[in-house]
């Protein structure tokens, strides 16, 4: 499709494209089932053939989003992966993202780059603290959020409890569209709602492969389980009278949640989910830029890079910069300009990007994601655009509250160690602060939790062969500072000044006490804290 005449039937192709995207993210606290999810969807939307299983993600298949081995290793995410597949006509592109507190700044980063969020909530635990950490980036942003009650094939919390602690803690009024049938370790099917029928499940292959749904009348539930239906057609009907009806306006105005109920690990209930993405949730729309000027989709092409990452593919260590397309439509070897910069490079390596398998795209459309391969110079952040300029917001980067020097173990595989520290850094995977005094050779690696550190060490090791030690520095605190800083604070115990590589100094301190003592002693100093609202240079 030809960039350069907006002919009404070009503006028509666009608008309808964007209209089939679905581009959103799972959110949930660590073990809510997250990545068993993202998998039992791609299973009901027939792109992969097995997935889920009965006794956790240690005894699986490796799942199809987890591709980094300490993932595989220890049954978590780590790494953000997108997945594309098509359902009913409508084109899903699933960002999964990790769900461990350590690595929030990566998940942050997804979520900059979807139109709607889906909040998997543990049927045993409810809100649990990284959900609701991440419930509130989501706020933020404005994004609708659809909630799956998951697990729920396990015993865990009563159904309208679980209403009552979403209202409170959320503000969101729920808005069920299934409800379970059979208290929780007891799953018989769900309520659909919407059709007024009886779906009950039956667990096929232990969860491997799509679950056996037959459907019913709300009669024929009734005579079949007895209780169980009437109980569940009074608690949807409770919660209905003390919200409201399913309203679409409202879901999209951040002002109410759908609630389906499910368990990923047996494919109960994933189906609906789906259903619900394809017709409610909201497709590619315009996107402000960094003035609030919503960009119009049918734009020509833009979009920003959300997550960049080396070492998916071992055999060619290549690099791969993900691209959320936001207007226009994107075609590989079309030459684009990157706004930071005013340098302009070919897409001739175009992906399109399924866990760890990727084959080539020609052309992409808003709401799509696209990894250009080797496009080394583009960071976390940058907008790309052709013929109109536009920038969108930057991501900001998180507050670190633990440090590390690194130094490398072989003295001789130095140029390896920096080169790694350079690609990690520029993946966003750490952030690294150096100083004249420390040097070069020992790097200090600034962390929001310290898990990252272990993924550094990882894949330093495995990925750079440049093994390094790491020694744990005292600070907890860190504040945006000036170069003056430096000086005033060079023999001040307890606090440390340190350039970051996007030209920041962050002034370290040991403890909140640390810092006030400064504070009283150098009233002078620019330290400024570090928020979420902080956009990085």
């Known amino acids: 499709m030809s960039q350069d005449v907006l002919t009404p039937a070009r503006i028509s192709a666009i608008h309808k494209e964007a209209g089939r995207r679905r581009t959103f993210a799972v959110i949930s606290h660590p073990d809510a089932g997250k990545s068993t999810l993202t998998e039992a969807l791609a299973l009901h939307a027939k792109v992969i053939g097995t997935a889920g299983a009965s006794s956790g993600k240690a005894n699986r298949k490796e799942t199809v989003s987890d591709w980094m081995q300490m993932e595989k290793d220890r049954g978590i995410s780590i790494s953000s992966a997108a997945l594309q597949f098509s359902y009913r006509d409508t084109v899903i592109n699933l960002l999964d993202t990790p769900g461990h507190a350590d690595f929030s700044e990566d998940t942050y980063r997804v979520l900059a780059a979807v139109d709607c969020a889906v909040m998997l909530v543990d049927a045993a635990k409810g809100l649990e603290t990284q959900t609701m950490k991440l419930f509130e980036v989501c706020k933020q942003r404005n994004l609708p959020i659809i909630t799956v009650i998951n697990k729920w094939d396990r015993p865990g919390l009563d159904a309208l409890a679980l209403m009552d602690e979403i209202t409170e803690r959320t503000g969101l009024q729920p808005m069920p569209l299934t409800w379970a049938v059979g208290i929780s370790g007891d799953f018989r099917g769900v309520w659909d709602l919407r059709n007024d029928r009886f779906a009950r499940f039956q667990r096929n292959n232990a969860g491997a492969q799509i679950a056996i749904t037959e459907y019913f009348t709300p009669e024929e539930a009734a005579e079949s389980q007895g209780s169980n239906w009437s109980d569940a057609v009074d608690e949807a009907g409770l919660v209905i009278e003390s919200n409201l009806e399913f309203d679409v306006d409202a879901f999209h105005a951040g002002k109410a949640t759908p609630i389906l109920f499910s368990s990923a690990a047996l494919n109960f209930g994933v189906k609906e989910l789906l259903d ?158 150096r100083s004249d005094v420390r040097g070069d050779q020992a790097p200090v690696l600034a962390a929001v939790g310290p898990m990252q550190f272990e993924v550094v060490e990882d894949r330093m090791a495995h990925d750079f062969s440049a093994p390094m ?67 990085a240079k």
């Open 276 to 433: 619900a993405l394809v017709d409610f949730a909201p497709p590619a729309a315009p996107r402000p830029d960094v003035d609030g000027s919503p960009r119009p989709v049918e734009s020509p092409f833009s979009g920003f890079v959300f997550k960049v990452q080396a070492g998916m593919n071992k055999a060619h260590r290549d690099h791969v910069a993900f691209i959320r397309v936001c207007s226009g439509v994107f075609e590989r070897g079309m030459v684009v300009t990157q706004t930071r910069t005013g340098k302009s490079f070919a897409t001739k390596y175009a992906q399109q990007v399924f866990g760890r398998e990727r084959e080539v795209i020609d052309e992409a459309y808003p709401g799509d994601v696209v990894g250009l391969v080797n496009a080394s110079s583009l960071r976390v952040g940058d907008s790309l655009f052709l013929e109109e300029p536009v920038e969108y917001p930057a991501i900001p980067l998180f507050a670190p509250e633990h440090f590390q020097v690194a130094r490398s173990k072989d003295p001789s595989k130095f140029k390896q160690f920096r080169r790694g520290i350079e690609q990690l850094e520029h993946e966003g995977v750490i952030q690294v602060l």
């Open 469 to 535: 030690r790491l020694e744990r520095l005292p600070y907890s605190l860190a504040r945006i500072s000036t170069a003056e800083a430096m000086p005033a604070l060079a023999n001040v115990p307890g606090a440390e000044v340190l350039l970051r590589s996007d030209g920041e100094y962050l002034a370290l301190f040991n403890d909140v006490w640390a810092l006030r003592r400064i504070e009283k002693n150098h009233s002078d100093l620019t330290l400024v804290p570090i928020g979420t609202h902080n956009p």
